[in-house]
Structure formats: structure tokens, C-alpha cells
T-cell receptor, first 109, second 116 residues
Framework: GQNIDQPTEMTATEGAIVQINCTYQ??????LFWYQQHAGEAPTFLSY????GLEEKGRFSSFLSRSKGYSYLLLKELQMKDSASYLC??????????FGTGTRLQVFP | GAVVSQHPSWVICKSGTSVKIECRSL??????MFWYRQFPKQSLMLMAT?????????EQGVEKDKFLINHASLTLSTLTVTSAHPEDSSFYIC????????????FGQGTRLTVV
């Protein structure tokens, strides 16, 4: 079956670094995506990993280990506007994107 | 970047009526679009895959007669919630990819459906 797990909630302080983990078990693998979603809005794309290793994009980085079925999203220099839900999604062996449970991140001053 | 437009943004309807939600790819052609439902504080649950020119593929547990999907052109998919009930109140979001499986999915703005 398809299973994608993330922590439900996390909190962090402005200016800090936070790591959001995602583990997955899916039928096939065509890449792992991270999306950010603010309440009441559609998700917006953050990153894509298909090969093992770290992808860095500004304050956000994403890591993938296919052998471990594991990814993390790293957010540096946290800002208040980073308070949102972060969704891990895996492309399976069709065209579908299967989403994880999502992690609600709250950043405090 | 690719744009997906969804309409309406929000709708309030009476119980028992039907509501149609449109999803358009504005600057690319999408042979496949995806419909998701999201309840408060939960993640996106895939409802169905909309295929241009053929029947939609529904996920397990989703009633195909209740959630009618039509994908009549390469840029438009519609989701009709038939005989809506309060438990159908949710955030419905469509998405499409401008390319293969290695490309990101672009999302519509979402439709907040409230059935009263």
C-alpha cells in the first residue's frame, strides 16, 4: 500500500533552523516533492528530489535517501511567514502524486 | 510558470443541489488532471484522476456517481458534486502537470464548498 508519514506539528523560533522529516512506502517512485500550504490556499511547490542527496534552494533545502525511503525539508533563518503546512508528496508508478499527512509549522517570535 | 485556474473560489449551496467546479490549464495542455479534497487541518486526499477524452479513474472509496468528472478538452476538467450534503463541505483542489512525472504539479486556487 501507499504510506507517507510526517510529524503532525512542529514549532520553532524566528531565525532558527527546522528540519521536517518524511518517510514513505509507495508502489513505485518517480520523485519526491515538497509543497508549502498556507491556510485556505492552494499548495505551492518548494522542491523536487529524484536522486539521492541534498538539493539547496535559498533558505530551503531538501534531502532524499531512496534506499531508506526518507526525505527531509530543511528551513533556515526562519521567518514568521514560514508558518504554514508543509506537504511531502511522492510520485508513484503512475502519474499520481500521493501526499503525506502534512506538517503544521508554527514560527514564534 | 504553468498556471492552473480553478473556479469558483468558494460556493455555498443548499443540501440536495449540485455544484460544478472548473479547472483550467491556462498556458499548457493537460491530458491528465487530478482532483483532491482537503478537510480542515488534514492533507490532500486524491479523489480521482481526470483523463481527457476518457473516463476518470476514481480512488477507492470515492463515489463516482456522486462526484462526476468530465475532461472534455485538453485544458478543462470539471468536477460536479451531485446532490450535495453537509458532509461534502470541504476544500476541493485540482492540479495538473506541464510535462512528465518528473515535473511539479501546479494547483488551482481551490474551491471552498459549504453545503447548508
Amino acid at each position: 500500500g501507499q504510506n507517507i508519514d510526517q510529524p503532525t506539528e512542529m514549532t520553532a523560533t524566528e531565525g532558527a533552523i527546522v528540519q521536517i522529516n518524511c518517510t514513505y512506502q509507495t508502489s513505485g517512485f518517480n520523485g519526491l516533492f515538497w509543497y508549502q500550504q498556507h491556510a485556505g490556499e492552494a499548495p505551492t511547490f518548494l522542491s523536487y528530489n529524484v536522486l539521492d542527496g541534498l538539493e539547496e534552494k535559498g533558505r530551503f533545502s531538501s534531502f532524499l535517501s531512496r534506499s531508506k525511503g526518507y526525505s527531509y525539508l530543511l528551513l533556515k533563518e526562519l521567518q514568521m511567514k514560514d508558518s504554514a503546512s508543509y506537504l511531502c508528496a511522492v510520485g508513484d508508478n503512475t502519474d499520481k502524486l500521493i501526499f503525506g499527512t502534512g506538517t503544521r509549522l508554527q514560527v514564534f517570535p | 510558470g504553468a498556471v492552473v485556474s480553478q473556479h469558483p473560489s468558494w460556493v455555498i449551496c443548499k443540501s440536495g443541489t449540485s455544484v460544478k467546479i472548473e479547472c483550467r490549464s491556462l498556458d499548457f495542455q493537460a491530458t491528465t488532471m487530478f482532483w483532491y479534497r482537503q478537510f480542515p487541518k488534514q492533507s490532500l486526499m486524491l479523489m480521482a484522476t481526470s483523463n481527457e477524452g476518457s473516463k476518470a479513474t476514481y480512488e477507492q472509496g470515492v463515489e463516482k456517481d456522486k462526484f462526476l468528472i468530465n475532461h472534455a478538452s485538453l485544458t478543462l476538467s470539471t468536477l460536479t458534486v451531485t446532490s450535495a450534503h453537509p458532509e461534502d463541505s470541504s476544500f476541493y483542489i485540482c492540479s495538473a502537470r506541464d510535462g512528465g512525472r518528473e515535473t511539479e504539479a501546479f494547483f488551482g486556487q481551490g474551491t471552498r464548498l459549504t453545503v447548508v
